[in-house]
T-cell receptor, first 115, second 109 residues
Framework: EPEVTQTPSHQVTQMGQEVILRCVPI?????FYWYRQILGQKVEFLVS????????KSEIFDDQFSVERPDGSNFTLKIRSTKLEDSAMYFC?????????????FGQGTRLTVV | LAKTTQPISMDSYEGQEVNITCSHN???????ITWYQQFPSQGPRFIIQ???TKVTNEVASLFIPADRKSSTLSLPRVSLSDTAVYYC??????????FGKGTRLSVIA
């Protein structure tokens, strides 16, 4: 079964450092997403990406965040200057079509710890 | 965006049938009802989707009454491995995939 893969599975970084989280969506999918989940809290939407541009973003997705599809397979989330409160599990997802109507496939997540 | 309401948590013993109800009073004509499951430390996983009446797959059944203002996810004979958070989402192709707090199901031996 095709799957979304994320790397690394764990990342520890110092406050103020830049991190890049990587995702390989399912190959024929067109819509890509990033979510985060702070320990014990709900899954929070960050951003959706389609046709090489951001289609929607939440209030959380401020100027310190950026996304990119640098080649035909990878989808990345960059956090420019990490803060302690950025510590969370970050999930990438992809789907063939947009919105709730389409089944979204999630990766296993990257656990980011900012110290 | 149709607002959904579901219980915060539920407990069940192994082998029982579990029914989780979601209220969505302002569901629109084009909206579908979708459920996701999230195991601890994993990403959400699509379980089932329906528009009306009943939908069944290998994991669960989804019951939707005629007025569509609520829906019930039914998990037959749960096991410990069904312990997870279950999310009800309502919308169409233009509705972003945004999760609420979900229902935390704990299955007890």
């Amino acid at each position: 079964e095709p799957e979304v893969t994320q790397t690394p599975s764990h990342q520890v970084t110092q406050m103020g450092q830049e991190v890049i989280l990587r995702c390989v969506p399912i190959s024929n999918h067109l819509y890509f997403y990033w979510y985060r989940q702070i320990l014990g809290q709900k899954v929070e939407f960050l951003v959706s990406f389609y046709n090489n541009e951001i289609s929607e973003k939440s209030e959380i997705f401020d100027d310190q965040f950026s996304v990119e599809r640098p080649d035909g397979s990878n989808f990345t989330l960059k956090i420019r200057s990490t803060k302690l409160e950025d510590s969370a599990m970050y999930f990438c997802a992809s789907s063939e079509a947009k919105g709730i109507r389409a089944e979204a496939f999630f990766g296993q997540g990257t656990r980011l710890t900012v110290v | 965006l149709a607002k959904t309401t579901q219980p915060i948590s539920m407990d069940s013993y192994e082998g029982q049938e579990v029914n989780i109800t979601c209220s969505h009073n302002n569901i629109a004509t084009n909206d579908y009802i979708t459920w996701y499951q999230q195991f601890p430390s994993q990403g959400p996983r699509f379980i089932i989707q329906g528009y009306k009446t009943k939908v069944t797959n290998e994991v669960a059944s989804l019951f939707i009454p005629a007025d569509r203002k609520s829906s019930t996810l039914s998990l037959p004979r749960v096991s410990l491995s069904d312990t997870a958070v279950y999310y009800c989402l309502v919308g169409d192709g233009n509705t972003p995939l945004v999760f609420g707090k979900g229902t935390r199901l704990s299955v007890i031996a």
